[in-house]
């Protein structure tokens, strides 16, 4: 007997994820006129909903599209992908477009059209195979100058993303007028001295969710943290180096354009946040 497909949300329906139809006319897939946020679920819980839903409703408003949901309307909506879904550890995936007008044209919909709001949950294997370690490699970053809002339009770090994939590597770290911005996929964290650093909040990278849970955890751990720019000096030279995304979670970065990190190995900064960040996903408290 074949599984049952997936169940969706679409614009205040849930259904089988083979049954949703989209305009073409829709701004998502004319022009990428949208918004997305992934909310990791474990043990059917969702981790780190409420900064998620706080970055959902930042990057509806700096593109000002019209929130389609209320707080309470959203957590519902995710309460219903996870239990229609198996609950367990899930990605929860929200996106929302201006919505879709009758023709083509770069000005904004007048107030009639509402956004498109789309849900969907993905399966997330546990243990990640990242803990054993991942090789990067450094790319310019070729994005577009407001990557702190969290938009669909993500040709840029799709090629970088693939880059890394042809190399056999598992991220692309970008560089910006010779300052680390971010990863294709991820956050960067680095280690100096038992100190973690992160590039500041700004334009040039999107806010993160899950390394400002990892910077809690890691002050918890007696760790200092720190937000500055960091050079691409300071980058091959650093200690350690992390990447850190919802679903990922923290990867420590083994190898860097060929060069080992350290000694090659995930280091030990990385094992004491680590084994902090997995207990706080099952909502005991972290050491």
């Not at 897939?29 to 992934?38: I, R, S, T």
């Not at 090629?159 to 598992?170: M, P, V």
């Not at 996929?185 to 001295?193: L, R």
């Not at 960040?277 to 099952?282: D, N, P, R, V």
Request: charged share 20%; aromatic share 6%; with cysteine.
């Amino acid at each position: 007997m074949a599984a049952p497909l997936p169940t969706a949300w679409f614009n205040g329906t849930y259904l089988p994820i083979a049954d949703v139809r989209i305009s073409p006319l829709d701004r998502a897939f004319l022009y990428g006129d949208a918004v997305y946020e992934v909310i990791p679920v474990f043990a059917g819980q969702p981790f780190l909903l409420e900064p998620h839903l706080d970055r959902l409703e930042r990057s509806l408003g700096e593109l000002r599209i019209r929130n389609p949901h209320s707080r309470a309307e959203w957590v519902a909506l995710i309460d219903g992908l996870v239990s229609k879904n198996g609950g367990a550890s899930l990605a929860v995936y929200l996106q929302v477009s201006r919505g879709a007008d009758v023709g083509r044209d770069h000005a904004f919909p007048g107030e009639h059209v509402p956004p498109t709001v789309f849900g969907m949950a993905m399966p997330v294997s546990e243990p990640h195979p990242d803990r054993h370690g991942i090789r990067a490699i450094t790319r310019p970053d070729q994005r577009w100058g407001r990557c702190d809002i969290k938009s669909t339009a993500l040709l840029a770090n799709i090629l970088a993303r693939q880059e890394a994939s042809a190399a056999g590597a598992g991220e692309t770290i970008l560089l910006r007028n010779g300052l680390l911005s971010e990863g294709s996929a991820s956050s960067v964290i680095i280690v100096e001295k038992d100190e973690l650093l992160r590039p500041p909040a700004g334009p040039a990278v999107l806010p993160g969710t899950t390394t400002d849970a990892v910077f809690a955890l890691a002050r918890q751990c007696g760790l200092r943290c720190r937000d500055e720019q960091i050079s691409e000096q300071q980058l091959r030279r650093a200690d350690e180096i992390w990447v850190a995304a919802a679903t990922r979670g923290i990867a420590p970065v083994i190898e860097l354009d060929g060069l080992p990190v350290g000694n090659g190995l995930p280091g030990p900064v990385w094992r004491q946040v680590a084994a902090a960040f997995e207990t706080s996903k099952t909502g005991e408290q972290a050491p």
